[in-house]
């Protein structure tokens, strides 16, 4: 089971983003610029520390959210999509004329189970 998964679409534009910039990481923002987005940033250009949680990895690309934040997701399965437009982020889609988002739903009661128990 995960807790973050990505729509094909969104899949290609991360191997386009992989191909260009190498190592890549996924961190879901907390609130500045794009609001709650998912952002893209190449590996190091996104400083990580121990309030930063690991909770999966999408098209070789580990997914990380801040624990406050997670709190707040705690119960929900994300799901990266990408949409035409430009986020005021950083993030790398932005300047394709795109950008990610999430779409999220409650996770089921094995889900739910199955992630309390770690």
Not at 24 to 53: N, R, T, V, W
Not at 85 to 98: K, T, V, Y
């Amino acid at each position: 089971m995960t807790r973050v998964d990505i729509t094909e679409r969104a899949a290609e534009i991360v191997k386009q983003l992989k191909a260009r910039h190498g190592d890549l990481i996924f961190h879901q923002s907390g609130g500045c610029c794009d609001g709650s987005a998912p952002m893209l940033f190449e590996k190091g250009d996104m400083y990580l520390d121990e309030s930063d949680i690991l909770l999966g990895e999408v098209e070789g690309v580990k997914f990380y959210m801040n624990q406050d934040q997670f709190e707040y997701w705690k119960h929900t399965h994300l799901t990266i999509d990408v949409t035409e437009g430009r986020g005021a982020s950083f993030s790398l889609e932005i300047p394709l004329g795109l950008r990610f988002l999430i779409h999220s739903r409650l996770l089921t009661e094995a889900e739910s189970s199955f992630f309390n128990s770690k």
